[in-house]
C-alpha cells in the first residue's frame, strides 16, 4: 500500500515535517506501506504558476499524481492566523476536485500554543470533508510544548492505527482490477463492519 504525506512546513529543520515523520512511522508499524513525502515548500513556485497558467509543473505533477494514487494520506500544516496556511490551501485547491474521495486522510496540524488546536476540527476536518476524503476520528495537534511531553505519542499512535486500519479495510474492499463493478462507499463501510 502506499501512504503519502503532505507536509506544509517552511522552515528546516521543521517541527510540522518532524510530526508527519512520526506519524508516518507510526503507521507503518501498524501495516507496512510504501512511504513517499511531498513537500510543498518545494512546491511553492510551481503551486503559484499553475494558478495563472492551469498548468502544474514537472515536480507539481508528479505530486498531485502521488496524492491522486495513493491509498492513504497524511497532511500536516503549521497554524498560521487560526487556520492551515496559504501553501497547503493552495495545493489542495490544485488538486482535481475528486481525487480525494472516499480516500482515507489523517489530519494534523503544529502550533506555538495549545490554544490554535481547534484548527483540526474547524479549518482541517471541514477542508477534507468538502473533498470528500475519508478523515480519521483522531487528528493530531502538536504544540511548542508538547515535544517530548505526555498524551502527542499516545495521540500520535491512535491516530496511525486508525488510518492503518481505514486503508486495510478500503484496500480489502475494492474490486479487482478486472472487475467493472463499482462498490459504492457505504457498501465498503458494511464491509468493514463499520
Do not use: C
Not at 125 to 137: I, N, Q, S, W
Amino acid at each position: 500500500m502506499k501512504l503519502v504525506v503532505v507536509s506544509a512546513g517552511l522552515s528546516v529543520p521543521s517541527s510540522t515535517r518532524l510530526l508527519a515523520d512520526r506519524l508516518a512511522a507510526a503507521v507503518d508499524r501498524h501495516t507496512p506501506v510504501d512511504i513517499q513525502v511531498v513537500e510543498l515548500r518545494d512546491l511553492a513556485v510551481e503551486i503559484a504558476h499553475h494558478f495563472t497558467n492551469g498548468f502544474p509543473g514537472r515536480a507539481l505533477a508528479a505530486a498531485l499524481d502521488a496524492v491522486t494514487e495513493a491509498d492513504g494520506l497524511i497532511v500536516v500544516t503549521p497554524v498560521f492566523t487560526a487556520s492551515y496556511s496559504g501553501l497547503f490551501k493552495s495545493f489542495f485547491d490544485v488538486l482535481d476536485k475528486d481525487a480525494l474521495a472516499g480516500k482515507p486522510v489523517l489530519i494534523a496540524a503544529t502550533g506555538g500554543t495549545a490554544r490554535h488546536s481547534l484548527v483540526l476540527e474547524h479549518a482541517l476536518r471541514p477542508l477534507f470533508a468538502y473533498l470528500r476524503a475519508v478523515v480519521v476520528p483522531t487528528a493530531v495537534y502538536a504544540a511548542s510544548e508538547d515535544w517530548g511531553a505526555e498524551g502527542l505519542p499516545e495521540r500520535t499512535e491512535k491516530a496511525a492505527q486508525e488510518l492503518a486500519a481505514l486503508m486495510q479495510g478500503l484496500s480489502a474492499a475494492r474490486p479487482a482490477e478486472d472487475d467493472s463493478a463499482v462498490v459504492p462507499f457505504a457498501e465498503q463501510l458494511a464491509r468493514l463492519g463499520a
